[in-house]
C-alpha cells in the first residue's frame, strides 16, 4: 500500500530442543529475510543489514538460543534448566507448558507469540523470504507458526519481540 511505512506478524517458535541443547551446536532457526528500500537516518528505524528481521533486540536470531534473552515463555516453570553440556540457564521466563497440551511439544518449550516488524517505502514491491531449518542434527524437530500480516502507517523498531 501507498500509505504503508512498515507491517508487523507475529510469529510462536515451537522446538523439540528446549531445554537440552540451549547454546550448543544444535539450534534450529528461523529467519525473515527483508528485500526493502527503506532507508531511515534515524539508527534505530533501520532494517538489519543482514535482512533478518527474526532478531531480538540483542541480536539473537530466533531459536532455541532465544531462551537465556527470556523469550522462552511457554515452557515448565523452574528457576532453571541445563543442557546436555551441563550449563544452567535462567528459566524464570517460563510462565508453564499448558500452551503445549497435545502439540508434540509438551516437554519442550516455545516462544509464545512475538511480533516481528519491519520498514518500509510506501507503494514499493518488497520481498519477504521467511525460513526455518534444522541444524547439525535430524532427530528434534522445531516449528513456526505464523499469524496476523498487518501493514501500518507508522515506522516502528525493527525486529522480533513482545511489542
Keep these: 500500500p501507498k500509505s504503508a511505512r512498515s507491517f508487523s506478524f507475529n510469529i510462536y517458535f ?3 530442543e528446549y531445554p537440552t541443547f540451549i547454546c550448543t551446536q544444535y ?3 528461523f529467519i525473515a529475510l ?3 528500500e527503506y532507508t531511515s537516518s534515524n539508527p534505530a528505524l533501520q532494517n538489519p543489514t543482514d535482512k533478518n528481521l527474526a ?3 540483542n541480536g539473537n536470531p530466533v531459536g532455541i538460543n532465544l531462551a537465556p534473552a527470556g523469550l522462552f515463555t511457554i515452557c515448565k516453570h523452574q528457576n532453571t ?3 546436555k553440556d551441563g550449563r544452567a540457564f535462567d528459566a524464570t521466563s517460563c ?3 499448558d500452551d503445549l497440551k497435545k502439540t508434540g511439544f509438551e516437554n519442550h518449550g516455545g516462544t509464545g507469540w512475538l511480533t516481528t516488524q519491519g520498514n518500509v517505502v510506501g507503494g514499493e514491491i518488497i520481498t519477504l523470504r521467511l525460513a526455518i531449518w534444522d541444524l547439525n542434527d535430524a532427530q528434534y524437530d522445531s516449528l513456526v ?3 496476523n500480516f498487518k501493514w501500518d502507517i507508522a515506522e516502528h ?3 522480533t519481540g513482545q511489542h
Excluded: H, K, Q, R
Design 34 to 36: 527483508l528485500d526493502s
Design 81 to 83: 534448566v541445563t543442557n
Design 145 to 147: 507458526l505464523i499469524d
Design 27 to 29: 539450534n534450529d532457526f
Design 95 to 97: 510462565i508453564g507448558n
Design 14 to 16: 515451537l522446538t523439540e
Design 55 to 57: 532478531m531480538d533486540a
Design 157 to 159: 523498531t525493527p525486529g
